[in-house]
């Protein structure tokens, strides 16, 4: 997956200097992005402080973590059904 150009603080920053009245063009023009990713991050983290966006970062990690291990233990149990009806 992309890394983001931008860091947490960053982006909490940007959304906050929208909060204070500086329109969005003049916010993408100014920070190099487009109006459609400040829309994606103020969807998705308007409202939150750094600790809520942290919680969610961690939240997203340990939920990669764990489809990850489910794939492998259904690929695991898929191997050892072949294995069985081959006997």
């Given at each position: 997956?992309?890394k983001s150009r931008?860091?947490?603080?960053?982006i909490l920053?940007?959304?906050?200097?929208?909060?204070?009245?500086?329109?969005?063009?003049?916010?993408?023009?100014?920070?190099?992005?487009?109006?459609?990713q400040?829309?994606?991050?103020?969807?998705?983290?308007?409202?939150?402080?750094?600790?809520?966006m942290?919680?969610?970062?961690?939240?997203?990690?340990?939920n990669?973590r764990l489809?990850k291990?489910?794939?492998?233990?259904?690929?695991?149990?898929?191997?050892r059904?072949?294995?069985l009806e081959?006997?």
């Open positions: 997956m992309r931008y860091t947490d603080s960053q920053a940007i959304l906050k200097q929208n909060e204070n009245g500086i329109p969005v063009p003049e916010l993408c023009r100014e920070h190099g992005m487009s109006s459609a400040f829309y994606k991050w103020r969807a998705k983290f308007g409202g939150m402080d750094a600790s809520m942290k919680r969610l970062k961690e939240l997203e990690d340990e990669k489809k291990m489910y794939a492998e233990e259904r690929l695991k149990a898929e191997i059904k072949e294995a081959g006997k």
